[in-house]
């Protein structure tokens, strides 16, 4: 494949780099092998020479190319609820909202079609890499490795692990800690023969749903299993997600959940943390120390923590950070809508809501994050803190990519013709995109969307 257009990647933390009809040369197993400029010597002989092999694509004027998005925390069945029941708190939620919605999975039709529904919405909006928690049911949640695989979507996969017998109903739990192990080990095996069919990866993620789902039994089995397969699988669990849940914690051992997770060996540097609001300074030192990912997800800390992680003070203390949706916690489901909210949310923390506090003393300084920090939260972010090569249109990196229709009228962008700074057109696709906007998506070189 070479592909001709412009765009945007992710330079830095702080920096979005243009290229102006750059030629990508993809080699037969999705990666980027080359990227050459218009002035490149190479460039108009390759050109040629993909013409004539007929694997040339030009992407049209006023398209652009960017990243595909990455979202490394997304509910997966929560879908069918998505948009619903956000006024209650977490605790309450859970138990009137989603056991109800995730117990359904276990047949397997509706499985089929709420999951592919879900898996190509996302596909649509530029999403090719996502880190889902399926539900307790074992089989209904392989139907979502399976559906991710077919529709071509890179997709970590998790069956939900809660035994604990006073903390879940009886209509929805793990039948015992020995059979939430043993039921999540012969998923690892399903996803990894599953994941030797697949092109653009299918990974198991041992999924402890959160700490108060789970007995001390199951935990500690887990752990183990994350150090039998630590080559392969991926952890990943909720953390420091709310007042609620991280007092819950302190409570049952006197330690953060952070600590505790640690010492039950579920967290390492393939340990995918949603929210992380509330680590403590010590806290933030394991999660730089393993190399875990903290999992920003701004829109459900809106409504179940009701306050803002600190982004920036996480990226300064060394902590891999990435960006993620948390159908249904938050119900937008697309990454746009993320990175959107990453950054109001941030500029809040920094500048304080309490309008009763004096002026300067009601926020915490150094808060806000830049459109250009929250685009790499979603994109070169999310690949590194995964430690895969995605997330950036570079040279060794996977063809994960999207293209956004900018052009007047059609796309309905205030993108009005005269010559303008890239810098201009970047902030005006990533504010103000709708997924009509987004033509055509690849994973690891396959076109998946086109529109
Ligand atoms: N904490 C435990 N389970 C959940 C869940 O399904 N969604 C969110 N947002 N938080 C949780
Ligand atoms: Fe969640």
Not at 117 to 134: E, F, I
Not at 268 to 280: D, G, N
Request: glycine share 8%; with cysteine; charged share 20%.
């Amino acid at each position: 494949l070479a592909i001709e257009g412009s765009g945007f990647t992710s330079q830095s933390r702080d920096e979005v780099r243009y290229f102006e009809r750059a030629l990508f040369l993809i080699d037969e197993h999705g990666m980027i092998q080359s990227v050459l400029q218009s002035d490149d010597e190479q460039y108009d002989a390759e050109k040629t020479q993909a013409q004539e092999r007929g694997i040339y694509q030009a992407i049209a004027e006023g398209s652009y190319l960017l990243p595909g998005f990455i979202d490394l925390h997304v509910h997966a069945p929560q879908w069918a609820q998505d948009g619903t029941g956000l006024d209650e708190p977490l605790e309450v939620w859970l138990g009137k909202y989603t056991f109800p919605t995730e117990s359904k999975f276990s047949d397997e039709t509706y499985a089929h079609m709420v999951y592919g529904d879900l898996v190509s919405r996302m596909l649509s909006t530029g999403t090719t890499t996502a880190s889902y928690y399926a539900t307790v049911d074992r089989q209904g949640s392989l139907v979502l490795a399976q559906e991710a695989n077919r529709l071509g979507q890179r997709a970590l996969v998790g069956k939900v692990v809660m035994d604990d017998k006073e903390a879940n109903p009886d209509y929805y739990r793990d039948a015992s800690a020995q059979a939430a192990v043993r039921e999540t080990e012969r998923f690892i095996n399903e996803v990894a023969e599953l994941n030797e069919h697949s092109a653009q990866g299918i990974y198991p993620v041992i999924t402890p749903r959160f700490i108060p789902s789970c007995s001390d039994e199951a935990l500690r089995g887990l752990g183990e299993l994350a150090a039998r397969y630590q080559d392969y699988a991926y952890i990943q669990t909720h953390c420091s997600e709310s007042d609620w849940e991280h007092g819950y914690a302190y409570e049952r051992y006197g330690r953060s959940d952070t600590q505790m997770l640690r010492e039950f060996g579920l967290f390492t540097e393939r340990s995918i943390l949603a929210h992380s609001v509330y680590p403590s300074e010590e806290d933030m030192r394991v999660f730089a120390e393993t190399g875990a990912i903290a999992v920003h997800c701004p829109l459900s800390n809106a409504f179940f923590a009701g306050a803002v992680a600190p982004i920036r003070r996480f990226m300064d203390a060394g902590m891999h950070v990435a960006l993620g949706s948390d159908i249904s916690g938050g119900y937008n489901p697309d990454l746009y809508g993320a990175i959107r909210q990453a950054v109001t949310s941030s500029r809040m923390l920094e500048t304080g809501v309490n309008r009763d506090a004096p002026a300067g003393e009601r926020g915490v300084a150094n808060s806000a994050l830049t459109l250009n920090n929250a685009f790499y939260l979603a994109t070169a972010g999310g690949g590194e803190s995964l430690g895969l090569p995605i997330g950036r249109l570079e040279a060794g990196y996977a063809w994960d990519a999207q293209v956004v229709d900018a052009k007047y009228p059609s796309a309905r962008l205030p993108i009005f013709g005269e010559a303008e700074p890239a810098s201009d057109i970047f902030q005006k696709i990533v504010n103000l995109v709708v997924p009509e906007n987004i033509r055509t998506v690849w994973v690891q070189g396959r076109e998946v969307v086109n529109k």
